[in-house]
């Protein structure tokens, strides 16, 4: 059955009080990036944050008691959590138009999911606390593949010389495309920093050995999964970095041990970056054509706002924003 959405009126309490707690999401990790437009609608299913339009649904329950003056404190939470969601994914771009390493199918939507999972995790409290909801605990209780999935890659790829909370920074500024681009340079300051090349076309080829191993066939749909799923994905692509991580450095140290001939060494093919087991460049446009839809079908519904009954004045069609599932103009 389609999802259905209400718009939700712009001077209901609901929608001010969402866009109030969207605000202070964004100046919590400010970036120059808001994708959303204004728009906010309450969903039968999940809702999301819509890639192509910008606008945001949010589960009616979740927007109905959660953001009330006598709430029920575990929706609460919920959504909370999902307005941190929603301000990660539209604080950031998706694509990357002149990136070599980026990468542009749903592997990265994948991940997307996953990294506004694990920056609202890790800012929740300190978020409440600001909006003026203290004592609120998450069960965690919501979380699915894509955030199990993401914490343990993002464990893999921090350490002394990048650590975890500056990569979940960087990782919340987007864009969406580079996700796993930054996760590789994670790797190899921490993992290679003695062997890699210092900058240039070289470190790139090195990082796009690593985003190789990292893009597991079953990111995509790993919003959809449990926890459990997310942590096998994840020991997978453990396993496929630390063999990359160990291929590489033997390369190097081999290279860096070879004769020099006539006063020259001769320095190792930079490998291209691989997509899947083979070369790739996936556009824009078809980036854009693999969001799946979430937000659906809109029908009519009751308003947030009056009780009154609203036509919908358009469909919406939203990526799903289920995580592991920007002011008055500015769920999961």
Known sequence: MAESAQRVPEDSATYREFARLYDVARRQRPTGIDRWNGELYATSGLGGFDQRTGAI???????????????????????????????????????????????????????????????AADDFINFSELAGYEGLAFDGQQHTGAHAATTNLIAQAAGPRLDRS??????????AALHFDRLAEGVVRNRLAEVAPAEGAGRRAVRGELIGAMLHP?????????????RQVAEEIGRAINSKVDEIRLRFQHTAQEPVADGVRQQAVEPTPVRDGKETEVPAARFLNDLAPAIGALRQRPSLGDGSRAAVARGTAAARSRGPGESPRSER
Do not use: C, F, K, Y
């Open 166 to 175: 500056d990569l979940i920074d960087r990782l919340s500024q987007g864009p």
């Open 57 to 119: 649904g949010v589960h009616e329950p979740i927007l109905r008691e959660g953001l009330s003056q006598t709430p029920d404190h575990r929706r609460q939470a919920h959504a909370l959590m999902t307005v941190l969601h929603r301000a990660t994914q539209a604080g950031m771009d998706l694509d990357a138009p002149h990136e070599p390493n980026a990468v542009r199918t749903n592997h990265s939507l994948g991940i997307t999911e996953g990294v506004a999972a694990v920056r």
């Open 218 to 230: 079953r990111w995509e749909d790993l919003a959809r999964r449990s926890p459990e799923a997310g």
